[in-house]
C-alpha cells in the first residue's frame, strides 16, 4: 500500500504530497495528524510545498463511521474529528516557513480551508473551490475558522450558505488565493517562485512569517 503523503526534499525545498488519488485525496484523521508532523519536521526547510496527487488537490475528509452501539459524545467527537483538523491549522500558522499550497482541481470541504489557510496558494486557471457541508447539515466551523483571517466574511458566509463551486478567478477576486496560473504552466510558475522564496536569507523568509502572523 502506498504512503497516503509523500515527502520529497530537493535543496531547502520540502514538498508533501496528498496521495489518495483514486478518492480525490480526501484526507483521514490520521492523515490530518500525519500532515501536522511533517510539516513540524520540515522546520528546518525554507519553504513546504502542499500539492494533491492526480487530477484534485483534497475534496474534503474521509471521518470514520459513528459507533451504531454507542450514543456520540461531544467530547468524543472533539478528540476524534475537531482536534486533528484544529491541530493541523495550528502548524500552518506556527510554522516558522512559509507554506505554499498548489491547488489543481477540486478543493472542497476541508480541500478548500487547506488551500486557503496556506500562507502562499497558487491555482491552476481550472480549480474549483466549494464548502459544501450544509448539503449534509453540518455547520462547516471548521473551514470556516480557516477563512477568518483569509477572506471578508460575507464571501464566507455566501460560500457556506449558498454551496456554490466558484472557479479559480472567483477564488483569488475573495482573496482565498495569491495566484492563478494556466494550467500548461503551473510547474514552470511554482518552481520559478520556490526558488525565488528558496534564494531569499533564511533569517528575512522567517521574519516575514513571523510578521505576518503576529502583527495583526
Avoid: W
Avoid at 45 to 67: E, H, I, M, W, Y
Wanted: hydrophobic share 45%; proline share 9%.
Amino acid at each position: 500500500m502506498s504512503e497516503p503523503i509523500l515527502r520529497d526534499q530537493t535543496g531547502a525545498i520540502t514538498t508533501l504530497t496528498l496521495n489518495r488519488p483514486a478518492v480525490g485525496n480526501r484526507m483521514t484523521n490520521a492523515m490530518a495528524e500525519m500532515l501536522a508532523k511533517m510539516i513540524e519536521d520540515a522546520r528546518d526547510s525554507q519553504l513546504v510545498v502542499l500539492r494533491g496527487a492526480g487530477k484534485d488537490f483534497c475534496t474534503g475528509r474521509n471521518l470514520p463511521p459513528p459507533d451504531p452501539a454507542a450514543a456520540p459524545r461531544a467530547l468524543d467527537v472533539r478528540r476524534g474529528n475537531t482536534e486533528p483538523v484544529l491541530r493541523l491549522y495550528g502548524v500552518f500558522r506556527r510554522a516558522p516557513m512559509p507554506v505554499m499550497s498548489v491547488v489543481t482541481g477540486n478543493a472542497f470541504g476541508l480541500g478548500c480551508a487547506l488551500a486557503a489557510a496556506c500562507d502562499i496558494t497558487v491555482a491552476s486557471e481550472d480549480a474549483r473551490f466549494q464548502l459544501p457541508e450544509m448539503d449534509h447539515g453540518i455547520p462547516p466551523c471548521l473551514a470556516i475558522s480557516a477563512l477568518m483571517d483569509r477572506i471578508p466574511q460575507k464571501a464566507i458566509s455566501y460560500l457556506v450558505y449558498s454551496r456554490e463551486i466558484i472557479a479559480a478567478r472567483e477564488a483569488l477576486a475573495l482573496g482565498m488565493l495569491s495566484k492563478i496560473v494556466p494550467a500548461a504552466g503551473l510547474e514552470p510558475a511554482v518552481e520559478s517562485l520556490a526558488k525565488s522564496i528558496a534564494d531569499c536569507p533564511p533569517p528575512a523568509v522567517r521574519a516575514v512569517k513571523e510578521f505576518m502572523r503576529a502583527a495583526p
